[in-house]
């Protein structure tokens, strides 16, 4: 009669679940105890039950397997920095060979190194020059339609200015006319001192006037 296969999960029952616990320790020790005898391996175990008892077995010591632990650990953390070492290094052959063939690449678009190619390659390399140039010369033509605007705005400006410019003789002249005038006609009025104040203030007023108007300093 074939024995019946127990599901492992957790035993509801507290009074099975401590003579389980009690078989499968006993059990468990043996096994490590035999593991140390066959194969010369030094072993140390630590089991807590429920209740927080402890239970342990070592084949040696138990302080000194946990020594060698220790040991183990330390010498395993001073290995990861050369660890690290061998990935950055690796990372910087990846970067190297990337820079390399990027320079090839780039010495190829200016005509050298094309010995190695193929006629496939060559055609590759022709299109790919072909839409540079492409977009070299959409970038040239808008500078170009920049520059010739910037030009026409300039141009309108400076006929503007020109315009303005022509117009100051001609006001200046009226502007001469109007002072001759108004001193020949001061010239027929009686003497008289408040009268005389008046016209130069007026005379004042309208050439500080003229000049706002001319643009004259």
Do not use: W
């Not at 020949?184 to 203030?201: A, H, I, M, V």
């Amino acid at each position: 009669m074939t024995r019946k296969r127990i599901q492992i999960k957790k035993i509801d029952n507290i009074s099975s679940r401590q003579v389980t616990f009690s078989k499968r320790r006993k059990g468990l020790f043996k096994k490590a105890q035999e593991l140390s005898t066959l194969c010369d391996a030094d072993i140390a175990l630590i089991v807590f039950s429920a209740t927080s008892k402890l239970f342990e077995y070592a084949s040696s010591s138990m302080q000194q397997v946990i020594e060698r632990r220790d040991r183990h650990s330390a010498m395993h953390r001073l290995d990861r920095p050369s660890i690290e070492l061998q990935i950055e290094s690796d990372s910087n052959d990846i970067l190297r060979k990337k820079v390399e063939e990027k320079s090839r690449e780039l010495g190829q678009l200016n005509g050298e190194d094309l010995q190695g190619l193929t006629l496939q390659d060559l055609q590759k390399l022709e299109e790919h020059l072909k839409r540079g140039l492409t977009n070299v010369s959409k970038v040239k033509d808008e500078k170009v339609m920049q520059e010739i605007s910037t030009l026409k705005r300039k141009g309108e400006e400076l006929m503007v200015e020109n315009q303005r410019l022509k117009q100051v003789p001609s006001l200046i002249h009226v502007h001469r006319q109007s002072s001759e005038s108004i001193i020949s006609n001061s010239s027929n009025l009686p003497e008289d001192g408040g009268s005389d104040t008046s016209l130069k203030l007026g005379l004042v007023n309208f050439n500080h006037h003229l000049k706002l108007c001319v643009g004259m300093p």
